[in-house]
């Protein structure tokens, strides 16, 4: 996820100070990982260098001074931008999990134990994610459902892995 973007969508509700929208953001995406301050203020420095935001204001106090930053029009652009490009699809076709198949036969061990290893944690996650989405709101249920089909879609390809082992097997030997 592109946390610039991600502040830069925030700002457009209206300017906030970078404690405001951390916690914003840790809200609406950082139930698995919330965003560390550094990370936050780091992000607005380059937003500010960059021209995609502008301090709005500064609130002087007995701690720090305290930032107020806005969107600027770049930044609604680049955003926009953001926005309207598609994610690049992933197909994992360097497959971790499909070299430990092969390194296993290669090795003379046995690869099905490999499957069922992986079987067994993706299992366990799933039903973690099930667990969580079932106490969740609606953001939450999203989040999970897009990991559960995701792992949905490797049990698939480790089942298929599993039915072909022997021809996978003879060509790893030839």
């Not at 598609?86 to 061990?109: D, I, W």
């Not at 366990?124 to 969740?136: A, E, F, N």
Request: charged share 30%; proline share 3%.
């Amino acid at each position: 996820m592109s946390i610039g973007h991600t502040l830069l969508g925030l700002l457009e509700a209206g300017p906030r100070h970078g404690y405001d929208l951390k916690r914003a953001y840790d809200e609406r995406f950082g139930h698995d990982k919330p965003l560390h301050y550094g990370q936050v203020y780091s992000t607005l420095s380059r937003l500010l260098r960059d021209g995609l935001v502008e301090v709005d204001g500064v609130e002087t106090g007995d701690g720090p001074d305290r930032k107020r930053y806005a969107i600027t029009s770049i930044g609604v652009t680049d955003v926009e931008g953001w926005l309207a490009t598609p994610e690049k699809p992933e197909p994992y076709l360097q497959n971790t999990l499909y070299a430990k198949v092969v390194l296993a036969m290669l090795s003379g061990r046995r690869a099905e134990m490999v499957l069922d290893t992986q079987r067994a944690a993706h299992l366990r996650v799933m039903r973690q994610l099930t667990h969580r989405k079932s106490k969740g709101d609606l953001a939450d249920q999203l989040i999970c459902d897009h990991a559960l089909f995701h792992l949905e879609a490797d049990l698939r390809w480790l089942e298929l892995t599993a039915s072909r082992l022997g021809q996978l097997a003879e060509e790893v030997r030839a």
